[in-house]
């Protein structure tokens, strides 16, 4: 099946920084991509939707001057967590639509924030 | 707008006993629905789908029957074992080009020897 590679799969940054995590569909192209985050015990939350060439679109209540994606090729899609509080500490899941229909995801990234 | 609604966990199971996890949706259209599994700090595994009513998905022992008639897509395994601890998700996806999948809550599947 279809390969989406998401990194780093850790990271501890220190409050007030700016944390980039990366999605790349590694065997096919993706037009649109999708950021959740999912908090402890809890369900995925819809972040944004990430289409190549255009901006993100965001869920209702998701900041998106904290949240900057950038999907600049049709294999990789960014989310950076800009001035990141404890408070963003999460895990982060990316998915890759292939031929914009199937989803298939990363294997996320854990945000510590300290 | 449509929503996926999952019995809530955990659930307890010694090897080789029955499982069933619930899942309703609410849709307008014709929806997909999908089931996947969370191992432990990874993340999501596609474990089955059916993309129209009477479809049955299945893998890995897993099945899971579209019944449109009573809007539930019900997970199943005769025999579970203890590698098949984790956390499953139903989700939906409507169907339409481009559109995020909706996920229901998960559920924390526990296995014991």
């Known amino acids: 099946g279809a390969v989406v590679s998401q990194h780093p799969s850790r990271v501890i940054c220190k409050s007030g920084t700016s944390v980039k995590i990366e999605c790349r569909s590694l065997d096919f192209q993706a037009t649109t991509m999708f950021w959740y985050r999912q908090f402890p015990k809890q369900s995925l939350m819809l972040m944004a939707t990430s289409n190549e060439g255009s901006k993100a679109t965001y869920e209702q209540g998701v900041e998106k001057d904290k949240f900057l994606i950038n999907h600049a090729s049709l294999t990789l899609s960014t989310l950076t967590v800009t001035s990141a509080h404890p408070e963003d500490s999460s895990f982060y899941i990316c998915?890759?639509?292939?031929?914009?229909?199937?989803?298939?995801f990363g294997q996320g990234t854990r945000l510590t924030v300290v | 707008g449509d929503s996926v609604t999952q019995m809530e966990g955990p659930v307890t199971l010694s090897e080789e006993a029955f499982l069933t996890i619930n899942c309703t949706y609410t849709a307008t259209g014709y929806p997909s629905l999908f089931w996947y599994v969370q191992y432990p700090g990874e993340g999501l595994q596609l474990l089955l789908k059916a993309t129209k009513a009477d479809d049955k998905g299945s893998n890995k022992g897993f099945e899971a029957t579209y019944r449109k008639e009573t809007t539930s897509f019900h997970l199943e395994k005769g025999s579970v074992q203890v590698s098949d601890s984790a956390v499953y998700f139903c989700a939906l996806s409507d169907g339409q080009a481009g559109t995020a999948l909706i996920f229901g809550k998960g559920t924390t599947l526990s296995v014991s020897s």
């Open positions: 998915s890759a639509l292939y031929r914009n229909t199937e989803a298939f």
